[in-house]
């Protein structure tokens, strides 16, 4: 580990942006013997831990609770009293979560020895000639007292922001981004939500378990297009049941504040209708925070949408800097950031590696899960592959009767003569867990036979993955 004088303003590795990338990419260049700063302008943790990830989760566990009381019924279990719910105490928890995470983060950062800048950083300067210290970064922190480090590599990441549209522009009260909706500490009873994509449905799914009244507004014919859309098609109607309202193919033309609420005028294929509601949620993507950072200066390059170009080894065109996480574009997940870290570090200590990004899995919390890795089966087909598909319910798996979470499903997808793993998406319980079972098969270039001939044990959740698995060639055991 290295040894650092406080005052030290020379460094191996300056990092901008305290995120999942750029905190991960602290922690393992300390790890590394790198001399390592690190520059965040707001809190460490980033948007996970303090607008996305962490806080949704926390709110998820208390939605995934409360249906469990619901569920408990099924199990003869009645109680005398009246369940009743606190959102305030929910909210409380939340933040707590996220405290601990920040704290636990930046005492291990500190621990390893990286230096913390609380400030905002640009790059200033940047010398090819000399070897030592290429790069001059200069800090602005709240106090105004300008600083300068220098150092040989730096990474940027810092990260991306909610993207609003000409149409709908937040007020953060009654039109809010995500960044909003994290910190409320009162629910509204009537939302509607803009936006059909991961974020949105995880918070329409939430929400819904609180009691407030969610419409889903997507302007496009498909909510979470990305995803294999049979089994999209079941959560919609997972949706449907538990009351979600989705509007596909539907435009939002007008808003109109009221004294109470907010009125939209809706476009639906043509049809033209008005919903009032008490807020509006913006979930219409994300935009890389890659202005004023000092890029043009030393010759990094953007793409027309702000993400930051790099090659596969996360470096810029720019020698000596680097980029990672949502700034540079694909998968704006948390552990795709972790990934892009961890090879930039490789590529700086000198090691051949490559970005590979076949194998990231995904998951959605609503309720119930969903995730994914690799390809769907169009997806596969587009690509010139023959596949062979297999399916297997959460109703004909053993723990889920047990258990009473028989909703949804798993999905498997391989080549057709190889055998090889090419891809999988489960819809239920824990699916976010069981997903990297398939992550790994994939990583390891493992096939239907593998997963097949590996012993799981019963009863559990994890046979529907070797179900599936058997079923792409008609082999499962337990199937109906
Ligand atoms: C509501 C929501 C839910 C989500 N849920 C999940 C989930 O369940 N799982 C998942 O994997 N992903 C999830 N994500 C996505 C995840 O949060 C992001 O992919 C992840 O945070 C990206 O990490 P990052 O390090 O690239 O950037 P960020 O987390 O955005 O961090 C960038 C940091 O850089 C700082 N910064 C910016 N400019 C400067 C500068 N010039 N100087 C100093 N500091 C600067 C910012 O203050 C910020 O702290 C969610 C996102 C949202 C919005």
């Known amino acids: 580990m290295p040894t650092l004088d406080a005052n030290a303003t020379d460094f191996d590795l300056i990092i901008l942006g305290g995120g999942p990338a750029g905190y991960s990419a602290a922690i393992k260049g300390s790890l590394q013997g790198f001399r390592v700063a690190l520059v965040e302008q707001g809190r460490i943790g980033g948007a996970c831990i303090n607008r996305g990830c962490i806080p949704t989760k ?3 566990g208390t939605a995934v609770a409360l249906q469990r009381l619901k569920d408990l019924k099924a199990h003869g279990i009645k109680s005398s009293g009246k369940f009743s719910f606190d959102f305030a105490v929910a909210s409380k928890r939340q933040f707590e979560i996220m405290d601990e995470m920040v704290s636990t983060i930046r005492a291990r950062m500190i621990k390893l020895g ?42 940027v990441a810092t990260g991306s922001r909610p993207a609003e549209s000409p149409v709908l522009i937040a007020d953060h009260k ?84 009221l004294r109470s609420g907010i009125k ?33 200066t030393v010759g990094a390059q953007v793409s027309p949408r702000g993400h930051i170009l790099v090659d596969e080894k996360n470096e810029t065109r720019c020698r000596g800097l680097y980029a990672a996480g ?22 700086m200590s000198g090691e051949e590696c490559r970005t590979n990004y076949d194998t990231v899995p995904g998951a959605i919390f609503t309720i119930p899960e969903m995730a994914a890795v690799g390809l769907q089966p169009d997806q596969a087909r587009q690509r010139g592959l023959k596949v062979s598909i297999g399916k297997f319910e959460y109703a004909e798996n053993a723990q889920a009767m047990c258990t009473g979470k028989i909703r949804g499903m798993v999905k498997a997808v391989i080549e057709r003569d190889t055998g090889k793993v090419v891809g999988c998406t489960i819809l239920g319980h824990d699916a976010s867990n069981l997903i990297s ?18 012993i799981h044990p019963h009863p559990t959740l994890s046979e529907m993955v070797w179900e599936s698995f058997l079923d792409t060639q008609g082999l499962s055991v337990h199937k109906k």
């Not at 294929?269 to 509006?280: E, F, P, R, W, Y």
């Not at 694909?330 to 090879?343: M, R, S, V």
């Not at 398939?438 to 493992?446: E, K, N, R, S, T």
Request: charged content about 20%; proline content about 1%; aromatic content about 6%.
């Open 58 to 60: 926390a709110l998820w």
């Open 114 to 155: 990286v230096r913390i800048f609380s400030a905002r950083g640009t790059i200033s300067k940047h010398d090819p000639t000399s070897k030592a210290a290429n790069f001059t970064v200069a800090l602005e922190s709240d106090d105004k007292t300008a600083h300068s480090l220098t150092s040989r590599f730096v990474l």
């Open 174 to 257: 009654l039109v809010v981004t995500t960044d909003d909706i994290v910190l409320f500490e009162k629910l509204p009873k009537r939302l509607a939500i803009v936006g059909g994509g991961v974020v949105a449905c995880e918070f329409a799914s939430i929400l819904n378990k609180f009691g407030v009244k969610v419409h889903l507004l997507e302007h496009s014919s498909q909510v979470l297009s990305a995803m294999d859309q049979e089994v999209v098609s079941k959560l919609m109607e997972y949706f449907d049941e538990d009351g979600v309202k989705v509007l596909t193919n539907t435009k939002v033309q007008i808003l109109a504040k």
């Open 264 to 296: 939209l005028t809706l476009d639906t294929n043509g049809t033209h209708s008005d919903l009032t509601v008490d807020c509006v949620l913006l979930a219409i993507g994300r935009k890389p925070n890659s202005e004023h950072l000092g890029l043009e």
């Open 326 to 347: 949502d700034v540079v574009g694909g998968q704006t997940l948390a552990h795709k950031a972790w990934y892009d870290a961890i090879i930039a570090l490789r590529a």
């Open 437 to 454: 079972e398939v992550a790994l098969a994939m990583h390891a270039g493992l096939t239907a036979k593998d997963i097949g001939d590996t």
